[in-house]
């Protein structure tokens, strides 16, 4: 097993560099656990050591029976995301950017957010605080509020939706440092 870990075999020699069979092996290991952008199956056959055209002959290999497809792969993501730690969409971008799934993937599915009935940025932004939470009342204290907003921004959300999800839980009084509108401090209704 520790042979197989560290690219040597039992008797100390080095292993061959994998074909295209046993580099297919690796990466359905490797996409066995989650589904994996291109470029990450990509580095993991790099990281085994496999040769320029055995690399693209598996990645073609794994596309046409679509195994690897960052469109589906940049979709889960998303839905992970919204599911476990809601982000905001410029956060969710970065990281798919930094799982290197292209800008055309990326703004497709932005355009795809666009039309269907996907969570707004205030509805991920208010899952983002119901989770932080965990079912604790919106504390009084004006830091505290103010904690909580920069813990959205942190999460990619831009400050004037997590003012607004702040209102909508009950800190209108609490919010008025954030900036809100209202010269006393009270948020007037609609808005």
Do not use: C, N
Not at 34 to 57: N, Y
């Amino acid at each position: 097993m520790s042979g197989a870990r560290s690219g040597r075999r039992a008797s100390g020699e080095p292993r061959p560099p994998p074909d295209e069979e046993r580099a297919f092996e690796i990466a359905g290991r490797f996409l066995g656990t989650r589904p994996r952008s291109r470029w990450e199956v990509e580095q993991r056959l790099r990281r085994a050591g496999a040769a320029d055209p055995v690399v693209i002959g598996t990645l073609k290999r794994l596309e046409r029976i679509g195994l690897v497809d960052d469109v589906a792969f940049a979709r889960w993501w998303i839905e992970q995301r919204d599911r476990h730690a809601p982000r905001g969409r410029m956060a969710l971008e970065t990281e798919l950017r930094a799982k290197r799934v292209s800008a055309a993937v990326i703004e497709t599915l932005r355009t795809e957010a666009a039309g269907e009935g996907t969570l707004t940025e205030e509805e991920r932004a208010a899952a983002a605080l119901e989770r932080h939470l965990r079912g604790r009342p919106l504390p009084d204290d004006t830091r505290a509020v103010q904690r909580l907003g920069m813990f959205l921004v942190r999460r990619g959300f831009d400050p004037a939706t997590a003012r607004a999800v702040l209102r909508q839980r009950g800190a209108d009084e609490s919010t008025k440092d954030l900036g809100t509108p209202g010269g006393d401090g009270s948020v007037q209704a609609g808005g």
